[in-house]
């Protein structure tokens, strides 16, 4: 065979297997574009929840305080996502560019919470911890809206990615 009538062959085939891959990315709820899962921002969402109930109910604060960071893979790891082996895989093998900015999104609302629950465990009264859970949900809303954008491949790096392949 002439590398010319190989070539063709190969190149289906790699089609199929890119179109499989994006078929399985898509029925586990991850987009096959981005190689990134929604379900991650239910972590932080966890937080946000809980940081907008304490303006009624101040006992949260120590449900919020019991909250953990964790990793993409620390969060698929403890979860009961079906394809959580999948979404990890995914992740790691996500375009740099994308997977960099997605990071830096996470870091920025980790390093926030983290923050605000270091503040809130100095805090004795009740309306310095209802002033830091707003401020921190104003904070931190936004930036999860960001990331969910970024999964969903309205980042940036996602456009360049997208225009140059």
């Given at each position: 065979m002439t590398p010319s009538t190989t070539q063709p062959i190969q190149s289906a085939s790699v089609?199929?297997?890119?179109?499989?891959?994006?078929?399985?990315?898509r029925a586990a709820n991850?987009?096959?574009?981005?190689?990134?899962a929604t379900d991650y921002l239910n972590?932080?969402?966890?937080?946000?929840?809980?940081?907008?109930?304490?303006?009624?109910?101040?006992?949260?604060?120590?449900?919020?305080?019991?909250?953990?960071p964790l990793s993409y893979a620390e969060h698929f790891t403890a979860s009961n996502f079906k394809a959580r082996d999948l979404?990890?895989?995914?992740?790691?093998?996500a375009d740099v560019r994308i997977r960099a900015e997605f990071d830096n999104v996470t870091s920025a609302?980790?390093?926030?919470l983290a923050a605000v629950s270091a503040a809130m465990r100095e805090a004795t009264k009740d309306d310095t911890r209802t002033r830091l859970a707003e401020q921190a949900t104003g904070w931190v809303k936004p930036l999860v809206m960001q990331a969910g954008g970024?999964?969903?491949?309205?980042?940036?790096?996602?456009?360049?990615?997208?225009?140059?392949?």
């Amino acid at each position: 065979m002439t590398p010319s009538t190989t070539q063709p062959i190969q190149s289906a085939s790699v089609t199929a297997d890119s179109s499989a891959r994006a078929a399985e990315l898509r029925a586990a709820n991850i987009n096959p574009r981005t190689g990134l899962a929604t379900d991650y921002l239910n972590h932080f969402n966890e937080a946000v929840m809980l940081l907008e109930m304490i303006p009624d109910m101040p006992e949260c604060a120590e449900d919020f305080l019991v909250w953990e960071p964790l990793s993409y893979a620390e969060h698929f790891t403890a979860s009961n996502f079906k394809a959580r082996d999948l979404a990890i895989d995914a992740y790691n093998t996500a375009d740099v560019r994308i997977r960099a900015e997605f990071d830096n999104v996470t870091s920025a609302i980790t390093s926030i919470l983290a923050a605000v629950s270091a503040a809130m465990r100095e805090a004795t009264k009740d309306d310095t911890r209802t002033r830091l859970a707003e401020q921190a949900t104003g904070w931190v809303k936004p930036l999860v809206m960001q990331a969910g954008g970024i999964i969903n491949g309205h980042g940036a790096a996602d456009v360049d990615y997208i225009m140059t392949h």
